[in-house]
């Protein structure tokens, strides 16, 4: 029962036939089973996923599985909500309808046919957007319409001209199939069709100069879904080696119009690119170090600091990597502001940014010292946090004491051994 309703039990009465005969609970979603009685739609489902073939109340076979919402009912329901409003019951919300697989199988249909035909580039794209509406109400949504083969469609909608040798930019169509499509779990077959085919990645790494700030979005979402998705190294260099993919992800990164959502992604593949330490350079020659010190500094919730804190340490594994985030006044100060104050994960990733920091200039080390690190690093030894932490602040704590040789630390198997946990 609804939290709202939880006081309903000091003097209102729920009618009988409003509840429903499994939970007992006021139904929000009715419908009615093949033997003619009727359950609010999640107790049924879970009734029926666990293996039962029989109505709960009859124990009559079910003849079929096929669930017939009762409008008539949710409308009396909704009434009788609205009457007792005084009495804190709130109006349930007319619940979405789930997808119907005749319809998922015609949608994918008008939406794979080949334009020219009998239907249009709109007719196309709007059946696609109608698949997108249905995916975003459920995740049961999502997984009927994955199981209709929806991704590898939308994968050859998606580079239908790019695959056919056309120089194309983006349509209607390509913007909703690519919408659609960074909505689902990519299997790593999938990852790899795209990540293998210079010509697809070269199309997506387009995509991020797309003059539709959605678009650029979710192009940065199919290229970490691409790479997180594929084991192959060589693959995931195919997708990173180029200077313009660091370059429309860093924008993405800087836009002063990036959304939440942009932001989110843009540092989900902003990690996922450096991951792939051969082409790590490349992150640092298109201005990851400066924008990601400054966003750190401003926007990012508790997850996406996190994959910023990751990132960071992953850049200064390079020396020019430290240079970069050296040179930037904020780097040393937000990195011993970050330990103990978001998370053990974001403790490990600043500890160990500070680290190969202080290793690699004596001023990193004086600008640390002055920023309160030595007090920050005794705490942390007597903390809970992860042993990898402790491990790092233990040397961080002998470096600032004496002074250690520049590559003492990073050439060290502890520096070696330290991860970076994927996300």
């Known amino acids: 029962m609804p939290g709202n309703l939880e006081p309903l039990d000091l003097g209102i009465q729920i009618p009988y036939h409003f509840r429903c005969p499994i939970s007992l609970e006021l139904m929000s979603d009715p419908v009615t089973v093949s033997t003619g009685q009727t359950y609010d739609r999640t107790s049924i489902e879970s009734w029926i996923a666990t293996g039962n073939t029989s109505c709960p109340v009859t124990r009559l076979p079910l003849s079929d599985f096929t669930l017939i919402p009762n409008h008539t009912l949710r409308r009396l329901i909704q009434e009788w909500c609205v009457a007792n409003r005084s009495n804190g019951v709130e109006r349930i919300p007319t619940p979405k309808q789930p997808a119907d697989p005749i319809s998922v199988r015609s949608l994918l249909s008008q939406a794979s046919a080949i334009t020219g035909t009998h239907v249009s580039v709109r007719s196309r794209a709007a059946a696609i957007r109608r698949l997108r509406g249905l995916a975003r109400d459920s995740e049961k949504n999502r997984v009927l319409i994955a199981g209709h083969n929806a991704r590898e469609i939308l994968v050859r909608i998606l580079f239908a001209d790019v695959d056919a040798g056309i120089e194309t930019s983006s349509s209607e169509v390509v913007s909703e199939s690519l919408a659609l499509l960074v909505m689902f779990h990519m299997t790593e077959v999938e990852c790899e069709s795209i990540s293998s085919d210079p010509g697809r990645v070269g199309f997506m790494t387009r995509l991020l100069f797309d003059s539709s700030i959605e678009n650029r979005v979710n192009a940065a979402a199919l290229i970490e879904m691409v790479l997180t998705g594929s084991k192959s190294t060589d ?108 998370s053990d994960r974001a403790t490990e990733y600043a500890a160990g940014a500070l680290l190969a920091l202080c290793t690699a200039e004596e001023r990193c080390r004086d600008e640390a010292a002055a920023a309160g690190l030595v007090t920050q690093l005794l705490l942390l030894v007597q903390s809970d946090c992860t042993e990898r932490a402790k491990r790092k602040a233990q040397m961080l704590l002998k470096l600032l004491r004496d002074s250690w040789p520049d590559d003492t630390l990073v050439n060290s198997d502890e520096f070696g051994r330290s991860e970076v946990a994927p996300f």
């Open 235 to 342: 693959l995931k260099v195919i997708i990173s080696g180029s200077g313009s993919v660091f370059e429309g992800v860093m924008d993405l990164l800087r836009s002063s119009v990036s959304s939440r959502r942009a932001l989110k992604i843009g540092i989900k593949a902003l990690f996922a690119l450096c991951l792939v330490k051969q082409t790590r350079h490349l992150a640092i020659s298109a201005g990851a170090p400066g924008t990601l010190i400054d966003r750190l500094a401003a926007d990012f919730d508790r997850c996406d600091t996190e994959r910023g804190l990751a990132t960071v340490e992953l850049l200064c594994r390079l020396p020019e990597g430290c240079a970069a985030f050296g040179e930037h006044a904020l780097t040393v100060p937000l990195l011993v502001k970050t330990i103990l104050r978001v």
